[in-house]
């Protein structure tokens, strides 16, 4: 059975860091680019970082360059997004989705919000 469990999110304050997860597991994890998406309330679904299968090529959208990192551990079947100086515009639910060559998954989301 293919899952996708993201796990991480909760409420931090402004300026705050949190660190998202995404655990993978009933297909072949390491040939898989994984993408992080996030959907605020009310807006459409907006692609956040990117990683390829072996880690090796990184992207990520403008709003979150310089504050957010993802990577992998193929070894452990999970990518993770370490978040830092975070703003209430990140406020979201953030998906993993695990993207091959002719299928992909998607994981349930975890809330991420930021308020004080």
């Known amino acids: 059975q293919v899952q996708l469990v993201e796990s991480g999110g909760g409420l931090v304050q402004p300026g705050g860091s949190l660190r998202l997860s995404c655990a993978a597991s009933?297909?072949?994890?390491?040939?898989?680019?994984i993408v992080w998406y996030r959907q605020a309330p009310g807006k459409e679904r907006e692609l956040v970082a990117t990683?390829?299968?072996?880690?090796?090529?990184?992207t990520y959208v403008d709003s979150v360059t310089g504050r957010f990192t993802i990577s992998r551990d193929n070894a452990k079947s999970t990518v993770y997004l370490q978040m830092i100086s975070l703003i209430p515009e990140d406020t979201a639910v953030y998906y993993c989705?695990?993207?091959?060559?002719?299928?992909?998954?998607w994981g349930q989301g975890t809330q991420v919000t930021v308020s004080s």
């Open positions: 989705k695990a993207v091959g060559s002719s299928r992909s998954f």
């Open positions: 009933g297909f072949t994890f390491s040939s898989y680019a």
């Open positions: 990683i390829n299968s072996f880690g090796g090529t990184r």
